[in-house]
DNA sequence: CTGAAAGCGCTAACAA
DNA sequence: TTGTTAGCGCTTTCAG
């Protein structure tokens, strides 16, 4: 007991600094059962008395200790979410949407952004572990196998993006890449781009590799069959997009269209192409993906697919929820479907020359 | 007791489906005060009961209920990080440096996002205090007097950044935003400037005065009394750049050169001025403030103020955790200097007209 | 409807 | 050095 204001023993001349819910009842003279349950509004308590203790916690400024709370009741409200880059700005406001909807529900998060890394990833799981938390959100988008199975284990209700195991208490949110990418694909191919190259994101992402399927299907749907050249890696980073960009700079006929496989790497490509002094979408079509508050007011604004954060925050937490507060009717809701849809802004235009006679690539 | 786990009854043949400390104790013969001592690593446990310890803890995948411990030892491990808007990068990066460094400590923290909204903010002290933080870092730029009220009188350690109330156990971080700002103006004025303009922050932002007080300070420096018409609002957001460039754009001879209060806020002003098909820095130069990441991408680069994400997260961090862990000599660490500097980049150039004759302006 | 009492899982005196 | 024991602040039976 290191705690200062905790007095050693019990003696009658105490000075209680510390106020909790003894002291509360005392002032209020009920027993402390009763200020438990008038602070959790149980209906059955006489209003003469819930009053005198509203009046004493008003009066001592008293707020309950969660922790001890939590202890006894077995339930911590408090989930985990896991993103894998808080610096990219689809995590933010994802974020923000999880909290929002957390705090108005009674519960509390532990953010924890793991850089891709699976030592921090591995860490923070043990941390949430020890925490209590009643769930997780794993907004990763791709796992390793073994943290998987120390969460798996514990039986703690968990949400995943894109890709996790079949298990009781495991939701999985599918992100229907396919429409959206689909609907890129159709927008290029209406103004007249065939050459259209594909900047993906790190290759051990299943989100990443699923939007890249997207794209080859959606391609194809068209009679077009991409050449692997045209397909180009990136990180999902800023760097990543303009290191990409450079290497499709290169290409011997330079791709009308490129898709990137998040914003960030858009953003990345825009960059690079201005710097070479192309022009967009005069040179070049870009479309990129998540459509971050930023896609609108790049030069040009980006076209991009929207995935709605708030629809991914919002299932996220209700899959978390219902797990939580009944776990009989779970399985209702082991899949959840996220749709996404193509905005169009100006960064896509007609390739060049697709109406008057092509002429000589710059650059 | 709602936890399911939990037996009604000590009986005999009860299957302990729980596994705490004292599982471990029976599995490894040990009393559970040594089981504690052992995972808190107390030397002077016998490193054979230790081992086997650590054996019955890897075998039962035991993980230790911080929620018990802190109540025990009133000691949450837990800060609070309160910023105003997630959603503008500058924080995320701040967050990410500050549980960087909070788990390397042995902390965990609670972050909340306000969105400016002191009903916001007041329910987030109010959950962070149910949780028993040891200290909160409050990085809004500004914070309503009641709800501070609320915090101090709880005596929690309490870091804030820019102003704060002088009281014990509360930092500030004091922004040195005249270095940056002067240099930026003197950048400016070396390049030919003399009709800067201002874009603030909101007006309640305390940073958002100090800025602006930094900027006319510098000015007359320079001898240049700016009017006031040069001085337009702004609130730190994308739009709020856009709005405030538009209103710039209507005033007679158009200011050479915009200095913005934040990155966010330049980034609107960079895609107004696209759409006005106004070129940077040919027709204007424009200097940001914050140096987020996204900055250097930008059409052009943004010259921009930086601020380091890294140090203040690591000041803030510093000061909460010498305030809890030793409470006597916390007064050494009352304010603590954040310095800022301009990072040239190319969004700044020569006013039009004062070497070379003035040419159409590109598009 | 209210109060007394038994813990939740753990740490820290204190004694052995 | 190790074990025993008394709580941390709260919820929740179970009697009254």
Known sequence: MTNPSAPKKKASSEIPERTDIRTIARLANVSIATVSRTINRVATVNPKMAQRVWEAIEKLDFVPNTQARSLV?????????????????????????????AVEHGYEILVSSTSYDPKRMSHCIRRMLERKVEGVAIMTFG???????QLAKRKVPLVFIDFG??????SVLRVDYQHGIGQAVRHLAALGHRD?????GPKRLHSAQSRLTAFMKSMSDFGIVPDSSRVVV???????????????????PLPTAVICSNDMSAIGVLHKLYRAGLSVPGDISIIGFDDIAIADVMMPP?????????????AAFGALRSHVESPQESHCCREINISTSLVIRESTGAPRGSISPPRKGSV
Chains 1, 2 share one sequence.
């Open 73 to 101: 009741s077995g339930r911590s409200k408090l989930f985990g979410l896991i993103v894998s880059e808080i610096t990219n700005p689809f995590f933010p406001e994802l974020i923000q949407g999880f909290e929002d909807i």
């Open 302 to 314: 980006l076209t991009t697919v929207r995935m709605s954060r708030y629809d991914i925050a919002k």
């Open 196 to 200: 259209i190259a594909f900047v993906t």
């Open 143 to 149: 796992i390793e196998e073994p943290l998987l199975v």
């Open 234 to 252: 990136g990180n999902h980073t800023l760097d990543g997009g303009a290191m990409a960009m450079e290497k499709l700079l290169s290409l011997k």
């Open 165 to 170: 195991p079949e298990r009781p208490g495991i």
